[in-house]
């Protein structure tokens, strides 16, 4: 369990940054540019950005790197990256999921939001590398009941410490 909670650390690491990097420079520059998609609303809106999704890759990529050289457990140096980049085109997608839908930004997507980012991490590495050594069924529901609660409580923790406007 261990080794797949290591193996998806790049991709907790993409997923937290942003938050805290756009609120650190006080200024962010929306990725959909403002644009609105065919049904008239935004196509991502202002939650998603361009510091925040650099922001994401680089620290994902960085972690993954030292886990990378100290505990050898990616199956290649550009593994970190691609699982970093997975989670934030992952959490892209849910917002544009959300907007489809109605849903305004900070609103709640319940799954979507918690794992959605995680799936497309291990898709995304899944695609290039095959399935890492540890994915075994019961390993990676685990690993989703871990994720979930995990992205709950820290994005309780980011509400209280004032880096969040909603606790969710």
Known sequence: MLEAILYVFPAYVANATPVVTVRLLGKSTPLDMGLRAWDGRRILGDGKTVEGLLSGVVAGSSIGLLIYYFVNLFRSVSEPFILALGAMV????GSFIKRRIGLERGRSLPLLDQLGFLLFSLIFSSLIYGLPRWMK????????IITFILHISTNYVAYILGLKNRPY
């Open 90 to 93: 992952g959490d892209i997608f």
């Open 137 to 144: 069924l019961d390993v990676f529901l685990i690993l989703l």
